[in-house]
């Protein structure tokens, strides 16, 4: 009889806690009511924030759409915290030819072996983009695999570990500028240029080009207190075209900090001009987000 009793018992029980199909159990009075839904405001400042680079990458893609009608195109950039190796990389186009933006590591290289003897030939260089001062520091680094060493050892103390640089020993018809060099490695580059010994000189160059470079960020900024030092390129985007790739490598310092920058563009109409137009909407959008941008220090 006990037996039957307990059984009993623990049934009851069982139905008390687990319920059955008919009706729910009631909450016991301790349990705390249910709260009202928070105001959408409120609800909002409680979402956790979007991460920087989705952030960017999204707006990056909507200016890239907005563009496909009167700038269609290949577009990409590349920005890099100065002092990191953290690239940020969007759009659709990831390489190309460096062009006259190699005139950066070269000129470096060519002051370091060289002195003051070639100061005149690095303001022509990065300055106005001549390419016969450019032509003049990569001969007095011994020209071939000597002067390949020297950019490459700049290069690779920048940062950039995988850029392999052309010249006269592969016979293209245009040497160093032919030397494919990736926006994420170039941006990385140029995030440990102002880091690196004795660049003060070609940074202080790329802060004053002439008005054949002033496009993309070369300009943007300077209301928010920020200054921009930049070395643009351009030329053939293939050999089997005569369309401009266009691109341009720089540098924003701002009370926060610095980040570095390469973007590039290949316009559908081949156009030097259209290209420049494309890393003007770039320089645009780069400046709307100057404040959003992540940023270093040597």
């Known amino acids: 009889m006990k037996l039957i009793v307990s059984l009993t018992a623990v049934a009851v029980v069982c139905s008390v806690v687990v319920g059955t199909s008919s009706a729910a159990a009631a909450s016991p009075p ?4 249910q709260l009202p839904p928070l105001p959408a405001q409120i609800a909002r400042l409680l979402e956790p924030p979007v991460p920087v680079e989705k952030k960017l990458t999204k707006s990056f893609a909507a200016l890239q759409k907005s563009m496909r009608k009167t700038l269609p195109g290949s ?3 590349a920005i890099t915290p100065v002092g990191t190796d953290q690239s940020i990389t969007m759009g659709n186009l990831t390489s190309g030819r460096a062009w006259s933006t190699l005139k950066v590591p070269v000129s470096l290289a060519a002051q370091r072996k060289n002195g003051a003897a070639v100061a005149v030939k690095e303001d022509k260089a990065i300055t106005f983009s001549d390419n016969d001062a450019a032509g003049d520091l990569w001969g007095s680094l011994g020209g071939g695999r000597s002067s390949v060493d020297a950019v490459t050892e700049v290069l690779r103390e920048g940062h950039d570990l995988r850029t392999a640089v052309t010249s006269e020993a592969d016979n ?3 040497y160093p500028g032919y030397t494919p ?5 170039q941006a ?4 440990h240029l102002p880091c690196l010994a004795e660049s003060e000189h070609v940074v ?3 802060s004053s080009v002439a ?5 993309g960020i070369a300009k943007i900024g300077r209301k928010q207190g920020a200054v921009t030092a930049v070395k643009g390129g351009w030329g053939p985007a293939t050999s089997a075209s005569a369309g401009y790739l266009v691109r341009q490598l720089g540098i924003i310092s701002t009370t926060r900090g610095q980040v570095a920058v390469s973007m590039a563009a290949v316009p559908r109409s081949g156009s030097f001009s259209s290209g420049i137009a494309m890393l003007d909407r770039v320089g645009d959008w780069i400046d ?3 404040a959003t941008l992540p940023t270093g220090r040597c």
């Open 181 to 185: 060099w990736a926006l994420a490695d």
């Open 211 to 215: 008005a054949n470079q002033q496009w």
């Open 172 to 174: 293209p018809p245009s």
């Open 30 to 33: 301790w349990w705390p009511p």
């Open 204 to 206: 202080r160059l790329m």
């Open 75 to 77: 577009l990409g950039l």
């Open 288 to 290: 709307r987000n100057l």
């Open 188 to 191: 990385r580059f140029a995030a």
